[in-house]
């Protein structure tokens, strides 16, 4: 069974560090941009970063950049999402996406559903 499982995410204070995980079963990630978007209740879905295929290139969105930082371990076939420096803003369902042989220009646009894979989610939550 093809599947994008996310893990890592919980409770933690502002200005406090999470890793999130996208580990991938049924398929490899070798081939695929992996994108995280967030989605927090009443707000848009957000892409907040993504990583290219051959790591060549990553993107992150205005209101991470510098705070997070996206990487992968084929070895592994997972992605992660290291968090820094959380805000209460940040607080939402994090959720991965696998998508075949497409830039991440193309695969983190809020409005793009043509991932070939895409998880349940899991919650962050920054609150004092």
């Known amino acids: 069974q093809v599947q994008l499982v996310e893990s890592g995410g919980g409770l933690v204070q502002p200005g406090g560090s999470l890793r999130l995980s996208c580990a991938a079963s049924g398929f490899t990630l070798d081939y695929y941009a992996i994108a995280w978007f967030r989605q927090a209740p009443g707000n848009e879905r957000e892409g907040v970063s993504c990583?290219?295929?051959?790591?060549?290139?990553?993107y992150y969105a205005d209101s991470v950049k510098g705070r997070f930082t996206i990487s992968r371990d084929n070895a592994k076939n997972t992605v992660y999402l290291q968090m820094n420096s959380l805000k209460p803003e940040d607080t939402a369902v994090y959720s991965c996406s696998a998508s075949y042989g497409r830039p991440c220009t193309v695969v983190v646009q809020a409005d793009y559903y043509g991932m070939d894979s895409w998880g349940k989610g899991t919650l962050v939550t920054v609150s004092s």
């Open positions: 990583i290219s295929s051959d790591e060549g290139s990553t």
